[in-house]
T-cell receptor
Framework: GAGVSQSPSNKVTEKGKDVELRCDPISGHTALYWYRQSLGQGLEFLIYFQGNSAPDKSGLPSDRFSAERTGGSVSTLTIQRTQQEDSAVYLC????????????FGPGTRLTVL | AQSVTQPDIHITVSEGASLELRCNYSYGATPYLFWYVQSPGQGLQLLLKYFSGDTLVQGIKGFEAEFKRSQSSFNLRKPSVHWSDAAEYFCAVAPTSGTYKYIFGTGTRLKVLA
């Protein structure tokens, strides 16, 4: 079946604008993760959704970042009032159970904040 | 604090030569261990994983990794490198309970000489 998809693949925005990044996980996967890949910081965890449980938001860097997952499927990561340091590749991953299972990654969204 | 160290930022090998990429982790207990590969413009693809059992793990594309508890290491190896192996390689650990969010190393970029 289809893998994890993300849109847009590239996003260029101006400082101070809001952006929304979308993730479509593999059908049937109950767990969904967002990571950020940036120069100097490597890959870092942002947020985790598992079924109907409260998300683990412990990796969100500031209150400008938020995410939601509708109907246990599609997820949207929103960054408000973007800053230049938000420029990075945002990766989404899903796994079947939320347990110690392989995470399958999407191709990412490259965000550039001018 | 939990961490993953990949001491080699860049490695260059000739095609046909053997390869070893190092990964050391700091964790309170034995975590789950993963190696992923990222080709330019692509998402992360799982090469192999270790959860328990045999400490020598076989993966895709001819890769293997050995878990050494005494050294807190999970080094990736390949006996003969192909030009198509040029990519960035990430070691990751995940806790054995909770949200299973990955902690990534900073990656090793592999260059293959023809």
């Amino acid at each position: 079946g289809a893998g994890v998809s993300q849109s847009p693949s590239n996003k260029v925005t101006e400082k101070g604008k809001d952006v929304e990044l979308r993730c479509d996980p593999i059908s049937g996967h109950t767990a969904l993760y967002w990571y950020r890949q940036s120069l100097g910081q490597g890959l870092e965890f942002l947020i985790y959704f598992q079924g109907n449980s409260a998300p683990d938001k412990s990796g969100l860097p500031s209150d400008r970042f938020s995410a939601e997952r509708t109907g246990g499927s599609v997820s949207t990561l929103t960054i408000q009032r973007t800053q230049q340091e938000d420029s990075a590749v945002y990766l989404c991953a899903s796994s079947g159970s939320g347990g110690p299972d392989t995470q399958y990654f999407g191709p990412g969204t490259r965000l550039t904040v001018l | 604090a939990q961490s993953v160290t990949q001491p080699d930022i860049h490695i260059t090998v000739s095609e046909g030569a053997s390869l070893e990429l190092r990964c050391n982790y700091s964790y309170g207990a034995t975590p789950y261990l993963f190696w992923y590969v990222q080709s330019p413009g692509q998402g992360l693809q799982l090469l192999l994983k270790y959860f328990s059992g045999d400490t020598l793990v076989q993966g895709i594309k001819g890769f293997e990794a050995e878990f050494k508890r005494s050294q807190s290491s999970f080094n990736l190896r390949k006996p003969s490198v192909h030009w198509s192996d040029a990519a960035e390689y990430f070691c990751a650990v995940a806790p054995t309970s909770g949200t299973y969010k990955y902690i990534f190393g900073t990656g090793t970029r592999l260059k293959v000489l023809a």
